[in-house]
């Protein structure tokens, strides 16, 4: 939602909607609480008055006039940090992101993210994430790797936030996880919140928790360790990491949530393998989507890291 003036006409069909509602679904980059707070600021106007208030019902043929103040200034460097650029076209961009690089600035992190390295590549990107968040729709962790879709319009944004609260993007990880899981492939409901003891980190015991539903599958058994694809049906923060702790196989490389039972490990060279991995074992694999703008039906893989398949390999897995 960029800055400027906004005029249109209620149709026949939209007689009776709510105004926030109205003008979510017709400016590009808008949310409703986006919305709401122009109307509540007074720049939403209909037939030349003020809205008395989002709910407002509107009648056909009423002049809405909204005055869209421009988005804050970013303060915001380019840099130059290499992009693994998968896809690129005027809408959408997707990108392969290393372990170890944060998406985009926050808690004391103003430099070295994804979102520094785009705009150190001069790819336009949607106002609609916000000042420290251009072009982000989704992230992933510090510390796991894979595929990201970057926005670079803000119609394009609004498509995918929309395509994503519908559950309409699929996501697939790989994650190489300690035991086997029992059965080798099912599905874990879980609600997940907020830790009461560490706001910092996520529980399926938070007393305020979101619906979460994880699906997995085993594609190879190792001793001691499984592979595992992932479909995430919700996108909770560290939502595998927790559904995958709670269920008693937490993510290779996981010391926040999966403590370290490597120590445990009588092979020595397993466990200095383990020790010295860098990462989580987590990989965004696949996203299937239908294109934010075309509609057409896209899908995209990114390789596997090379220090991912070596740990498979010392763990006695094929890369």
């Known amino acids: ?9 209620v149709p026949p069909e939209g007689a009776a909607s709510r105004l926030d509602v109205f003008l979510a679904a017709r400016i590009a980059g808008s949310t409703r609480s986006a919305v709401r707070k122009l109307i509540l600021d007074g720049r939403v106007l209909v037939d030349g008055r003020p809205a008395s208030k989002p ?4 009648r056909a043929g009423s002049r809405v006039d909204v005055e869209i103040p421009p988005p804050p200034p970013t303060n915001l460097e380019p840099e130059a940090i290499p992009v693994e650029v998968l896809h690129e076209d005027d809408d959408l961009l997707v990108v392969v992101k290393p ?4 998406v985009h600035p926050g808690h004391g992190r103003r430099s070295g993210t994804l979102v520094h390295a785009l705009l150190g590549r001069g790819t336009p990107l949607a106002t609609a994430g916000g000042p420290d968040r251009p072009g982000i729709v989704h992230r992933l962790d510090r510390e796991t790797s894979g595929l990201l879709l970057v926005a670079k319009t803000d119609a394009a944004h609004r498509a995918l936030a929309a395509a994503f609260a519908r559950r309409e993007i699929r996501k697939t990880y790989l994650a190489l996880v300690w035991g086997r899981p029992a059965p080798p492939s099912g599905t874990i409901e879980r609600a997940i919140g907020r830790s009461r003891g560490d706001r910092t980190k996520m529980s399926v015991r938070a007393p305020r928790g979101r619906p979460a539903v994880t699906v997995y599958r085993t594609v190879s058994a190792l001793p001691g360790f499984s592979l595992l694809e992932i479909d995430l049906v919700t996108g909770r ?11 008693g196989h937490p993510v290779v490389g996981d010391r926040r949530y999966g403590g370290r039972p490597w120590r445990g490990i009588p092979d020595r060279k397993k466990r200095a393998a383990i020790d010295a991995f860098p990462r989580l074992a987590l990989h965004a694999w696949r996203i299937a989507l239908a294109h934010p703008v075309t509609g057409r039906p896209v899908r995209f893989e990114a390789p596997v ?5 070596s740990l498979l390999v010392a763990l006695g897995g094929r890369p």
């Open 99 to 102: 372990a170890g690089l944060v």
């Open 1 to 9: 939602m960029t800055g400027g003036a906004v005029r249109l006409v």
């Open 55 to 58: 709910g407002l019902a509107l």
């Open 237 to 247: 923060t560290h939502q595998i990491r927790v559904h995958l702790t709670e269920a």
């Open 305 to 309: 890291p090379d220090e991912f398949k």
